[in-house]
């Protein structure tokens, strides 16, 4: 089955700094990779996703790469602000969505005023 | 986007009680929802995927008889955890899809067995 790598666990910067998390998956059927962020005690919550077509995707401050030969994908968080603050997960899925997901251990984002 | 409630938030019950945790998509009918289990600080771990009017499929490991999923409606899917210890205390989330790949969870629901 999938093996999703994720790191670091824990990740602290200083505010106005980019932060950057990093994925291996192990399936090179999977072409689905979605991000969560879960502040404490909440659900988690969509905050970026790309498929395999693509390589690079934007959302404002909020940026996900992928490299399909290397089997890796990675968010990019840059002028961090206190809210980032919250563990995100990363995922991967072969079924072309929600089905079958496999979650990274997630990273634990602290963001130092 | 979608929304997924659960209920209840939180429970506490009695070592060997049963428990039900209820998952419901409001504004959607969702075939499939999942049901997962997280430890503090630590990542969603899939327990089972519910499908509705059918079994539902469990993942290596979860005892289908400690937690029974029923996935009546299109709507609802409820997991029970029968007979419940102190070792079954956890956070059991649900999430569904609409289809379109998107996953939404549902608040989560915080159980504690004395």
């Known amino acids: 089955g999938e093996n999703v790598e994720q790191h670091p666990s824990t990740l602290s910067v200083q505010e106005g700094d980019s932060a950057v998390i990093k994925c291996t998956y192990s399936?090179?059927?999977?072409?689905?990779f979605p991000w969560y962020k879960q502040e404490l005690g909440k659900r988690p919550q969509l905050i970026i996703d790309i498929r395999s077509n693509v390589g690079e995707k934007k959302d404002q401050r909020i940026a996900v790469t992928l490299n399909k030969t290397a089997k890796h994908f990675s968010l990019h968080i840059t002028e961090t602000q206190p809210e980032d603050s919250a563990v995100y997960f990363c995922a991967a899925s072969s079924g072309g969505g929600a089905d079958g997901l496999t979650f990274g251990k997630g990273t634990h984002l602290i963001i130092q005023p | 986007g979608a929304v997924v409630s659960q209920h209840p938030s939180w429970v506490i019950c009695k070592s060997g009680t049963s428990v039900k945790i209820e998952c419901r998509s409001l504004?959607?009918?969702?075939?499939?929802m999942f049901w997962y289990r997280q430890f503090p600080k630590q990542s969603l771990m899939l327990m089972a995927t519910s499908n509705e009017g059918s079994k539902a499929t469990y993942e290596q490991g979860v005892e289908k008889d400690k937690f029974l999923i029923n996935h009546a409606s299109l709507t609802l899917s409820t997991l029970t955890v029968t007979s419940a210890h102190p070792e079954d205390s956890s956070f059991y989330i649900c999430?569904?899809?609409?289809?379109?790949?998107?996953?939404?969870f549902g608040e989560g629901s915080r159980l504690t067995v004395l």
């Open positions: 999430s569904a899809s609409e289809g379109f790949g998107e996953l939404f």
């Open positions: 504004d959607f009918q969702a075939t499939t």
């Open positions: 399936d090179s059927a999977s072409n689905y």
